[in-house]
């Protein structure tokens, strides 16, 4: 079992920056395959970005590519996601995903979720 949870989200205006963080307690990071993604109200959860456990290998949703940039540090356990220029559409619950055997966009395919972190941007 892998336990995960957000943290970093909030308020911010249009074009800002948030640095989004999700810890893995509970079995070491470099074990899975790390993704974000988000949910705004009334819509699907949606794919926003995907790393490889080797970390070379990184997927984006087509709305975020040049915005967001997904890392990961398996030392501390932890994987991020960095949001610059962000837009009123951004706005949604942003959840972290894992899976040891799965990497990409497919959110059916990720075993464990985190609670989400909400993020608001201000127009």
């Known amino acids: 079992q892998a336990q995960l949870e957000e943290s970093g989200g909030g308020l911010v205006q249009t074009g800002g920056s948030l640095k989004l963080s999700c810890a893995v307690s509970?079995?070491?990071?470099?074990?899975?395959?790390l993704a974000w993604f988000r949910q705004a109200p009334g819509k699907e959860r949606e794919f926003v970005a995907a790393?490889?456990?080797?970390?070379?290998?990184?997927q984006y949703t087509d709305s975020v590519k040049g915005r967001f940039t997904i890392s990961r540090d398996d030392a501390k356990n932890t994987q991020y996601l960095q949001m610059n220029s962000l837009k009123p559409d951004d706005t949604a619950v942003y959840y972290c995903?894992?899976?040891?055997?799965?990497?990409?966009?497919?959110?059916?395919?990720?075993?464990?979720w985190g609670q989400g972190t909400q993020v608001t941007v201000s127009s």
């Open positions: 995903a894992a899976d040891r055997a799965y990497f990409g966009w497919n959110k059916s395919e990720y075993r464990y």
């Open positions: 790393i490889h456990w080797s970390g070379r290998d990184t």
């Open positions: 509970g079995r070491t990071s470099g074990m899975f395959a």
